[in-house]
């Protein structure tokens, strides 16, 4: 999310856990999108973002990583008041959202959420997509008075396009600074009465090692 315009620059969902793949595929979604990358990107404390895959991308993409202090929720009260507003106005709205399970009693047959989770995680993900780019980008923000898509226009119009900071998405395709390292798993192995520690690289079939197709 542009804390300036409230917009949001890019979106991804998968069932992995939080991860610097996903954080590197989230960017990766961002240059696609506007051909560019944030100036500086504000993270929390979480292990996924003191990757050293992760650090390098944003270094050589010159984009500064600054961390929030801890224990300090209002420095992270603009995306964490977007996931209730995502809530609210997306997924509650959804067949099968789990609302009515917060009072069992009211729960009959035909609400059931168990027997109306229809949505699976490509469809689930391409109308989110839509609500983002579409509906809550041109939604009027009580804090801006104006939409995030206005206000993000106006923001390049008053400072500039600044043309130097963009990167071509093929480019970003084929250079290997994106691509992520192998997953990689460590288990011990027995050798000559010694425990010895042995890696064992797990790629998918048809890619390139440690990188990204799409």
């Known amino acids: 999310m542009d804390a300036f ?7 991804y969902l998968t069932f992995d856990p939080p991860s610097y793949r996903s954080c590197m595929m989230t960017l990766r979604i961002c240059v696609r999108r506007h ?9 929390d404390g979480g292990k996924e ?11 050589s993409n010159s984009c500064v990583k600054k961390v929030r202090p801890p224990a300090q929720p209002r420095f992270g009260s ?20 789990t609302q009515a399970s917060k009072v069992p009693r009211t729960v009959t047959r035909e609400v059931d959420p168990r027997r109306l989770a229809v949505w699976t995680l490509g469809n689930l993900y391409t ?3 839509e609500w983002a780019y579409e509906v809550y980008d041109q939604m ?8 995030p898509r206005a206000m993000f226009v106006n923001g390049l119009a008053k400072g500039g396009e ?19 390292s192998l997953l990689k798993e460590t288990k011990p192995a027995q050798v000559s009465r010694r425990r010895d520690w042995r890696r064992f690289s ?10 990204f197709n799409g």
């Not at 009027?140 to 939409?147: E, I, M, S, V």
């Not at 600044?162 to 992520?180: F, G, K, L």
């Open 162 to 180: 600044r043309t130097n900071r963009q990167i071509p998405y093929e480019n970003w395709r084929s250079s290997r600074q994106n691509c992520a």
């Open 5 to 11: 315009s409230r917009r949001l620059l890019a979106v």
């Open 78 to 97: 603009v995306i964490e008041r977007l996931f209730g507003t995502a809530h609210t106005t997306f997924l509650h709205n959804l067949l099968g959202n």
């Open 127 to 129: 109308f989110l997509c």
């Open 202 to 211: 797990r790629k998918p079939k048809g890619t390139k090692p440690g990188c």
């Open 140 to 147: 009027d923000h009580p804090a801006l008075d104006q939409t």
């Open 49 to 59: 973002f003191e990757s050293q895959y992760f650090e390098h991308l944003l270094i």
């Open 35 to 43: 051909r560019r990358m944030p100036q500086s990107l504000v993270v």
